[in-house]
């Protein structure tokens, strides 16, 4: 059974930074990517960013773009979100997701059929 643990988030004052980890266990494709997707006061969940472990690209909301970075260790199975320059904007409870089985390029960071717990970050101004 496939399984995300997302985990890291916590409470900060804006200007501060954090890092959200995923671990993923039940793996067996190595066709994948893994994305970090929120869930603000918004009625939307919006994806933040995602990574390709296809030929290891990387995606970001233009939200984030800059301030964020999404990086894997593929030895302890872990992607990770580095949060910098926070907001209150950025408020939300983050889930990892993951898409299994990519057909293609065009296709990538779609689709997530996996879901974590979700971490709740909240940034106070």
């Known amino acids: 059974e496939v399984q995300l643990q997302a985990s890291g988030g916590g409470l900060v004052q804006a200007g501060e930074s954090l890092r959200l980890s995923c671990v993923v266990s039940?793996?067996?494709?190595?066709?994948?990517?893994i994305g970090w997707l929120r869930q603000g006061s918004g009625p939307e969940r919006e994806g933040v960013s995602c990574?390709?472990?296809?030929?290891?690209?990387?995606y970001y909301a233009e939200s984030v773009k800059g301030r964020f970075t999404i990086s894997s260790d593929n030895a302890k199975n872990t992607v990770f979100l580095q949060m910098n320059s926070l907001r209150p904007e950025d408020t939300a409870v983050y889930y990892c997701?993951?898409?299994?089985?990519?057909?293609?390029?065009?296709?990538?960071?779609?689709?997530?059929?996996?879901w974590g717990q979700g971490t709740l970050v909240t940034v106070s101004s």
């Open positions: 997701a993951l898409q299994i089985d990519v057909e293609s390029d065009y296709d990538v960071c779609y689709n997530y059929g996996y």
């Open positions: 039940g793996l067996t494709s190595d066709n994948y990517a």
């Open positions: 990574i390709s472990s296809r030929d290891g690209s990387t």
